[in-house]
């Protein structure tokens, strides 16, 4: 489970102080899929990077599994980022000199597991087996998204969160991509939090939350 | 417009010019610097060249030059002469308590001097004394004085007779003039040595007649002079100098060493030429967006070259000219040294010499080491901006199009030491086997790599991560170890071959090596120094002659034109017994038996074009040495044990007048009661402790090991630069990467470990190439060059891998530990 309670987050933009996160409260079960909407600079990527762990809270508390993110070491934080959620980028970034397998091994790598098995399982399972050799800059934008989502599925974390996945894609990919995710999240009953600005999509997840003014509501 | 985009994009972009800038200006520095000293030294050399010399002319020869009708009429026309002899002799003082065993013995350089000496400049010393000394007094040198524990005023014997040393000689204005000296010197006047009676019956002495031309002859009669004292001289076989040319045996020198140092520059040169290339490589990553955006925009492409060119334009000035700047200062420092050598000031170059043409040169350099760079420029289309033409990576097939340009830049490095060194040779041999070993190391860790990226799941994640970045920029990483790896191999040559010739000239002595030799020993002295000379004592007679002919046919002509070194007089023995040390390696040795017969040494062998069977003839005193070769032996010429190039069977010198060498292996204190006694029994003898000989040559060697290690001073900054350079370059070009690593979870300790051993793996790889590199070449060298037999490693070698490996770390943790610093968040933040 996720639990947000009045997470406040700025930045200090020249002489200004921006605020982008004035007291996001939520809770996000085990399970659940969370779209999360807003318009651009509303602090959808600060929330996102703030569950991911890889941003810290200014005020507030950040809940993920019964663990405070704000109060852990940097350590923590890396093995967390590690074992607890993995994070679909929309840029893809996968590391440049390495083959789509072993972007998919590395997660696992770093913490030292077996892995090339289950990085040929994962990439099986999004239909790339014979791109396994390739490096990112010889596949096409979907494929290298299906490749960011398999590392995400061998990484093995409950939660997956996916940063406007479709974003770089054009539509008929971008869908497929969707479907894959979905999927694949409903097989492995991982809870996923989506930030889109893509209506249609945000209606396949469970709930949909709005972020506006720096605060999170629930969208009609 | 051209000029405001320049601007704009090289005040944006200047940081990222600054591997080029740094590299600029070290080859550049080098460069000037060299200017600078040689610009120095020669200018030092002919307007000092009267002083230098001893005179306008001088005339030397190794015996004593008379007066001929061609000298008698220059002097009566107004021209002033002086005479200048140098001899080894032995200087021993005399104890004040009347008890021989206690004086001391040196060997001194006796210089006598007479006539009007001396012509130009003054000596100098370190009390009041002036002008020579009178026939009871002797002025020493300070290294003399200090060997002996004497002052002025204490009294000295030299051969037969006493002396009253008058002052400590410090300064000689024609210092450079004579001959290269084994011991400091001794003034003596020509009376002075006649009281010493030493007798030098051979021609060790070195003579030299000097001639000041009157101060009123007019440019014509001074030309008039010059070639009348060449016709004469030419005439009686003596050598000449003259003023007007410098001191030719040192402005030649002078020339070698130039040359010498710029084939060394060569690697720094190519080393530059590398960094450059790397270096826009990057600068072309970053900004063929915004290019194929100009293009997109409408403009054109010379206007995209222009704009370029111009910023290469300024940096390549303002190089050339912080370049000129450090490198003239730098020559100042060496130049401030040297005085303290010579003892005479040296002009050090003024800031703004050779600015122009440093400058120019620099400027063409970058703009040579560029127009790779610009082909790939010129290819950037605004098609490349619907492609995402962004991607870095280089195919081999976009190497190998850069190959002509690359072809131009290493054929105008060729032109640039051809011009400077005035050897194609020199040029060819030193550009090409830079250049080969670069390409021959590229091309093996290329392959290196390749062979590791098919095996590297047998790896863990750190070691294959590594592989697969040097992988995936093979090239680079490829150029970056090559770089490294020759930079690296230069400097360890440099260290090897002077721990080399230090090492063979020191340990190649044998134990058994004499450690005292005596020279000029008339036939009537040896019982006297056999009986106290003790039980290692061995002599041999010695007859001075020229090689004339070989098999019938005259050859002293044609030796001198081609091969000087063999027109000389050699000293020639004649015994029936072997020494330690030979070895015949063809024929039969001739013993106590051989009529006619000699034992030629191999190498003397190959050079003079001897065999088994030839017929030779030597020269000597009016009587020719006819003798037939019947053995060809091998010496241990750098073990301390005396050799002869020629050993003739005892019934060829026949009635020859002769001298005698003779050697022993002695203590210390052995060795300074045998000076002692030398001295006082027989004068006109020699006695040369070797001891002396190989702290002189040491010194001599290690002054020359000294400049070549000053001259790769560039090549192992621009070495240090490229690894800082590259490590950071490619740490940086890796940012996404370390994101995306701490995004997955990747500890900084993790990604710390992955770039320290990056940075160790490249610098041991470099490193261990550079090593092999050195070892071969300082093998090959140490057998075909100096024949030195033993092989000396240098210890500053791993010192000097521990450096880079230092530097190389600091380097890669501190980029690293900025870069970590990014949190992963700016994944999101760039979407």
């Known amino acids: ?220 | 417009m051209i000029g405001a985009t320049a601007r704009r994009l090289f005040a944006r972009n200047w940081t990222r010019l600054a591997l080029t800038f740094a590299s600029l200006v070290v080859a550049s520095a080098a460069f000037a610097a060299i200017l600078g000293i040689v610009g120095s030294v020669t200018d030092f050399f002919l307007t000092e060249s009267k002083t230098l010399i001893g005179g306008d002319a001088s005339i030397r020869s190794n015996a004593p030059i008379s007066h001929s009708a061609a000298l008698d009429d220059l002097k009566m026309h107004g021209a002033t002469f002086a005479e200048r002899m140098e001899a080894l002799a032995t200087i021993q003082t005399v104890p004040e308590n009347g008890e021989p065993s206690s004086a001391r013995t040196a060997l001194a350089s006796a210089k006598i001097v007479s006539g009007a000496y001396p012509l130009y400049g003054s000596l100098g010393f370190e009390g009041n004394a002036i002008g020579i000394p009178n026939a009871e007094e002797i002025d020493l040198a300070p290294a003399l004085a200090a060997r002996l524990d004497i002052s002025p005023g204490s009294r000295v014997r030299v051969g037969n007779a006493e002396f009253s040393v008058r002052d400590i000689l410090v300064s000689e204005p024609d210092v450079f003039g004579g001959d290269f000296r084994l011991a400091p010197p001794a003034l003596l006047s020509e009376d002075g040595w006649e009281r010493a009676g030493i007798d030098k019956r051979a021609s060790r002495a070195s003579y030299a007649l000097l001639v000041r031309y009157s101060d009123t002859w007019t440019e014509e009669e001074v030309r008039a002079a010059s070639v009348a004292i060449e016709a004469d001289a030419d005439a009686r076989n003596l050598r000449t100098t003259f003023a007007t040319e410098g001191p030719r045996r040192l402005l030649r020198g002078l020339e070698t060493a130039e040359r010498f140092f710029f084939a060394i520059i060569v690697l720094s040169l190519v080393l530059a030429i590398v960094n450059i290339r790397i270096n826009l490589l990057y600068l072309l990553a970053s900004l063929s967006r915004t290019v194929a955006i100009f293009r997109a925009l409408g403009m054109t492409r010379r206007s995209v070259m222009l704009i370029f060119a111009l910023m290469l334009l300024f940096v390549g000035t303002a190089a050339g000219i912080a370049g000129t700047l450090l490198g003239n200062a730098a020559a100042g420092g060496m130049l401030g040294l040297g005085e303290t050598y010579i003892e005479r000031p040296l002009n050090a170059p003024s800031p703004i010499a050779h600015l122009i043409l440093v400058s120019a040169t620099t400027i063409l350099f970058c703009l040579v080491s560029a127009l790779g760079f610009f082909a790939k420029l010129f290819a950037i289309a605004p098609k490349h901006l619907l492609g995402g033409y962004a991607s870095t990576r280089e195919s081999i097939r976009e190497s190998l199009r850069e190959t002509p340009y690359v072809a131009v830049a290493l054929f105008f490095l060729f032109g640039v030491v051809w011009l400077l060194t005035e050897s194609a040779m020199i040029a060819a041999v030193s550009v090409s086997s830079v250049v080969g070993a670069f390409i021959v190391v590229v091309l093996a860790a290329g392959a290196t790599v390749g062979a590791l990226s098919k095996h590297r799941f047998r790896f863990g994640i750190i070691f294959r991560s590594i592989v697969n970045v040097m992988h995936f920029r093979r090239d680079v990483a490829a150029s970056a170890i090559a770089s490294l790896a020759i930079a690296l191999g230069a400097l360890f040559s440099i260290a090897l071959i002077e721990a080399n010739v230090l090492g063979n000239l020191a340990g190649e002595f044998r134990e058994d090596a004499p450690n005292i030799y005596v020279l000029d020993l008339g036939t009537e002295d040896l019982p006297r120094v056999r009986a106290f000379a003790g039980e290692s004592w061995n002599d041999f007679p010695i007859v001075r002659a020229r090689f004339i002919e070989r098999d019938g046919v005259s050859i002293q002509e044609q030796l001198e034109r081609e091969d000087p070194e063999l027109s000389r007089e050699f000293n020639l023995t004649d015994r029936s017994e072997f020494i330690a040390g030979e070895r015949i390696i063809a024929g039969r040795w001739h013993g106590a038996d051989g009529k006619r017969e000699v034992s030629v040494e191999r190498d003397f062998a190959e050079r003079a074009k001897l065999a088994l069977g030839s017929r030779i003839v030597f020269f000597s005193q009016g009587a020719r040495l006819e003798a037939t070769v019947t053995s060809i032996r091998e010496v241990e010429s750098t073990s301390g044990l005396p050799f002869f190039f020629l050993v003739f069977s005892p019934d060829v010198f026949g009635d020859l007048p002769r001298t005698n060498f003779g050697y022993a292996r002695m203590s210390e204190p052995e060795i300074a009661e045998f000076e002692r006694t030398l001295a006082r029994e027989l004068p006109g003898a020699t006695a040369i402790p070797t001891t002396d000989i190989v702290r002189t040559v040491t010194a001599v060697f290690t002054l020359v090991a000294e400049g070549i290690v000053a001259a790769a001073i560039p090549a192992l900054l621009l070495g240090i630069l490229l690894v800082a350079s590259m490590l950071a370059l490619a740490a940086r070009e890796r940012a996404n990467d370390i994101l995306v690593f701490t995004a997955l979870g990747a500890s900084r300790q993790f990604l710390g470990k992955i770039f320290r051993y990056e940075t160790v793996i490249t610098i041991l790889a470099a490193g261990a190439i550079g090593i092999m590199i050195a070892l071969g070449a300082v093998l090959a060298l140490n057998a075909w060059f100096f024949d030195f037999r033993g092989f000396y490693m240098a210890p500053e070698i791993f010192a000097g891998m521990l450096v880079i490996l230092a530097i190389g770390i600091a380097s890669s943790s501190f980029v690293v530990r900025s870069l970590a610093r990014t949190p992963p968040r700016e994944l999101f933040r760039k979407q």
């Open chain 1, 1 to 220: 489970m996720i639990t947000l309670t009045d997470v406040q987050k700025s930045y200090r933009q020249g002489e200004t102080l921006v605020e982008v996160l004035r007291g996001v409260t939520t809770t996000i079960d085990s399970g659940e899929r969370v779209a999360i909407v807003g318009a651009s600079g509303s602090g959808k990527s600060t929330l996102l990077a703030i569950i991911a762990g890889m941003e810290t809270a200014d005020a507030g508390e950040v809940l993920i599994g019964g663990r405070d993110l704000r109060s852990a070491s940097e350590a923590d934080l890396a093995r967390f980022r590690n074992t607890e959620i993995a994070v679909v980028f929309q840029s893809f970034e996968l590391v440049p000199s390495f083959s789509a397998l072993e972007n998919v091994m590395l997660p696992l790598d770093i913490r030292s597991e077996e892995s090339e098995t289950r990085a040929r399982a994962a990439l099986e399972r999004v239909g790339l087996t014979h791109r396994l050799t390739h490096l990112p800059g010889e596949l096409s934008g979907g494929e290298a998204q299906r490749v960011a989502i398999a590392r995400a599925i061998a990484q093995g974390t409950p939660i997956i969160v996916a940063d406007e996945p479709t974003g770089n894609l054009d539509a008929k990919t971008g869908a497929d991509v969707i479907d894959l995710l979905f999927s694949t999240i409903a097989e492995d009953k991982k809870t996923l939090i989506l930030v889109t600005h893509d209506e249609r999509l945000a209606r396949r997840s469970d709930r949909i939350l709005e972020l506006a003014d720096g605060k999170l509501r629930a969208a009609l």
